[in-house]
């Protein structure tokens, strides 16, 4: 039976194990975590808004596949109960498109083909500016499709995407959910752990198979034991360079991969959701919201309802805190969290209450595009190699949470060298980092 080990226990390396679990019965997953608590990171703590059609042609195909898949997920499993899913009208303020313009951060055609597909990201601005014209896009401005639990700007909103292109997921349930499903199909975690090194299983026999060596990083458990394993694949969000100059220390090359640091508020307020669904989640028919617009502070506010009657704002980003060890060792910064609280409060109104601060890091890479490759055995270095192949799913940036699933697949797919059933092969091209 073939064995994968899948480094990063993330929504990527979650969906990986589940698809391929799914696909390929007769196969030994692994999935190896080394932070103490699961879904610490952005799998557990970003905003959960997935979109169909808000990507780059390269991106596209994806995008559009992992949403179905989403959607898919959700019927199958009952995910409305069970992880939020929901569908979402998005909505801008006008004034927010117009500063987007006037700083240059959308180009005017509607399929860009700049190189850099997360320039808004590092600049500030809101992941609205993904697409080239929101007046192109928008549906009906129905009082119904406005969300009412906005306190200011409400009516001056403009809706861009309808219930059929964009929705509305809570990621740590949906991880939750995703593990229990892999852990009933016999897949392994390992957590904390963390892989150290890869060798043979005979060290006498070069034709022997690898194995790769993890320590368990518990303080009162001392073990270290050694996984055969035919494939490896590399999901560890921002902290993926880390791991793979770990395992091949020899590389000439090792993928770039930026940390970006954002902070988010989870809040309640009396008007969200509706008084009639206030004590369960809301029926399938009354969708979430998604309000994009932007603050006096200088940066563009992202807030989205979800069906639990939580309300997420996040958009406050920083490429300049450096990423920790363990995604447990992240502390969001107070000045940060004071300033997303004064705007849920100009937003919302007064009397919202925050009930969870977040800091969390995404993966940015330079092209702005998520990397999905199988990595060549010259970009591996002269040290043990692996009979299956060693692959890389990084750099999804803010869109983690809506193209996991599709990524997952795919991955899924390229690991048991089957056809991937969309086009990725202009996502396998990355830029490699100092060594």
Not at 126 to 153: F, I, M, T, Y
Not at 215 to 231: F, G, V
Request: with cysteine; glycine share 8%.
């Amino acid at each position: 039976m073939p064995t994968t080990v899948i480094l990063g226990t993330g929504i990527i390396g979650l969906s990986t194990a589940y698809y391929l679990s799914l696909i390929s019965q007769k196969h030994e997953i692994h999935l190896v975590e080394s932070s103490p608590e699961l879904f610490a990171s952005a799998s557990g703590k970003a905003a959960g808004f997935l979109a169909k059609d808000w990507f780059t042609p390269a991106v596209m195909p994806l995008g559009e596949f992992s949403f179905d898949l989403h959607r898919k997920l959700a019927e199958q499993h009952d995910g409305h109960s069970r992880w939020g899913y929901s569908g979402s009208t998005a909505s801008v303020d006008p004034k927010t498109d117009a500063v987007l313009h006037a700083n240059g951060s959308r180009p005017t055609q509607r399929r860009r083909s700049r190189k850099h597909d997360y320039d808004w990201l590092m600049q500030g601005s809101s992941r609205l500016s993904s697409l080239d014209n929101p007046s192109e896009v928008r549906g009906q401005d129905d009082e119904d499709d406005l969300p009412r639990w906005l306190h200011a700007k409400r009516r001056s909103l403009q809706v861009i995407s309808d219930r059929t292109t964009t929705g509305q997921v809570d990621p740590y349930p949906l991880c939750q959910f995703l593990l229990q499903q892999c852990r009933a199909r016999g897949v392994k975690l390992h957590q904390p752990a963390h892989a150290t090194e890869l060798q043979r299983t005979d060290c006498k026999d070069p034709s022997s198979k690898t194995s790769i060596r993890l320590e368990y990083l518990n303080p009162n458990l001392s073990a270290i034991i050694d996984i055969p394993c035919d494939s490896i694949v590399i999901a560890a969000g921002c902290w993926t360079p880390r791991v793979y100059k770990t395992l091949f220390p020899n590389a000439g090359r090792i993928p770039r991969v930026t940390a970006l640091a954002g902070h988010s508020v989870v809040l309640r307020t009396k008007r969200w959701p509706p008084p009639l669904f206030s004590t369960s989640v809301l029926p399938p028919s009354m969708g979430c919201h998604a309000v994009f617009t932007n603050d006096a502070a200088g940066y563009s506010p992202e807030i989205f309802s979800r069906s639990s009657g939580d309300v997420w704002l996040g958009g406050y980003n920083s490429s300049h805190i450096a990423l920790p060890k363990l995604a447990t060792e992240s502390v969001p910064q107070p000045d940060s969290i004071s300033v997303l609280v004064n705007s849920a409060k100009a937003l919302c109104g007064e009397d919202v209450e925050v009930v969870k601060e977040g800091l969390c890091f995404r993966p940015v890479v330079p092209t702005g595009r998520p990397v999905i490759a199988q990595m060549h055995e010259a970009d591996l270095g002269d040290g043990v190699q692996v009979g299956g192949g060693v692959f890389v799913a990084t750099g999804h940036g803010p869109w983690g949470i809506t193209l996991s699933l599709g990524t997952g697949y795919v991955v899924g797919e390229m690991v048991l060298g089957r056809e991937t059933s969309v086009d990725v092969k202009a996502l396998s091209t990355w830029e490699a980092q100092a060594v």
